[in-house]
């Protein structure tokens, strides 16, 4: 029996359940690692309440609620939304281990909104935890104890990797795993265009392109190559692969990429700095 396994099971309580909470949630009932009545979830929407009862998890408007009837909170409503959502809880965070997931949003500023005693830990997770295949980095608040990161590894490495950080690469991170499934969905559907362009079936295309994209993420990870020695291996001289990188580089695709990830991280950081409720979603 591992260390992690042998811990106690807390009552998760999430405040917001739409899609980060739920991917989270579901992922770790898929992985066998929590069960469903060992969660609760807090929103003020009845279809996000909805959705998650129907997998068994206990549900109610209200984040006072669940943060009494929970061990761990996990923090995941928009940073637009967390000021009001910390006031909700009526001091149910104190002395507990409370775990954001908010773009953005600093420790500092989490620990001034729920008040005294709570451990808190910062992460930035992605939806891919779903399927177990998520990339999280995470940094600890003050007086967070060892035990305490090991729950939060238990939720975090049940649905996919995690990694240490400290809170000053928070944002970058943000940039880089947070948004950065969209960044590659965007990339499966324009090579599945490319092939809907040279006469592949669509469904066909997009079954080739997502899974090139899983293959060729396996191989970074299971041979610890370089991307671009890898890379080389594919392309012949004078071949087909060399011809389609010409094209690539034409088009910036590189630079385009890295400055997805820079923008994203970018904003992640003037998220934390914006008063609620002031967004651009809100304009
Ligand atoms: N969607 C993603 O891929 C990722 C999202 N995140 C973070 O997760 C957080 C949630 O994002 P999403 O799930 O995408 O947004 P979402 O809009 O799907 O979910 C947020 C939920 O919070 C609820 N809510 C609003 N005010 C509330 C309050 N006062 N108390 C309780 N619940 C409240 C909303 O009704 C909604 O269901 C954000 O802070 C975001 O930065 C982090 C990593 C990836
Ligand atoms: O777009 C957003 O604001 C969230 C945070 C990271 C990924 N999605």
Not at 117 to 129: D, E, F, I, K, Y
């Amino acid at each position: 029996m591992s260390a992690l396994s042998s811990l106690p099971e807390p009552r998760w309580g999430f405040i917001g359940a739409g899609k980060m909470a739920s991917a989270l949630i579901r992922g770790m009932i898929r992985a066998g690692s929590v069960s469903p009545s060992a969660i609760l979830a807090s929103d003020p929407s009845p279809e996000a309440r909805n959705a998650l009862a129907a997998d068994g998890v206990t549900t109610s408007p209200s984040n006072a609620e669940v943060a009494l009837g929970s061990d761990v909170l996990v923090l995941a409503v928009k940073p637009q939304a967390m000021t009001e959502a910390l006031a909700g809880l009526d001091g149910g965070g104190a002395g507990k281990l409370v775990i954001s997931v908010a773009a953005g949003v600093p420790l500092a500023r989490l620990g001034a909104g729920i008040g005294t005693g709570a451990r808190l830990v910062r992460v930035m997770p992605n939806t891919p935890a779903l399927v177990g295949e998520g990339a999280s980095a995470y940094c600890l608040g003050p007086g967070v104890t060892e035990a305490d990161e090991a729950l939060v590894l238990r939720l975090l490495r049940s649905v996919g990797i995690a990694r240490r950080v400290p809170e000053s690469l928070m944002d970058a991170a943000t940039g880089l795993c947070g948004s950065g499934p969209a960044f590659v969905y965007a990339a499966i559907e324009a090579l599945s265009d490319g092939g809907v362009l040279v006469g592949l079936p669509r469904e066909l295309a997009t079954q080739l392109a997502a899974q090139t994209v899983l293959g060729a993420a396996r191989m970074v990870l299971a041979t610890g190559e370089h991307p671009g020695a890898l890379k080389d291996q594919v392309a012949s001289p004078g071949g087909t692969t060399i011809a389609g990188l010409h094209a690539l580089e034409r088009g910036a695709f590189r630079a385009a990429l890295i400055g997805a990830v820079q923008a994203a991280a970018l904003r992640s950081a003037e998220l934390g700095q914006e008063a609620p409720g002031h967004g651009p979603s809100r304009a």
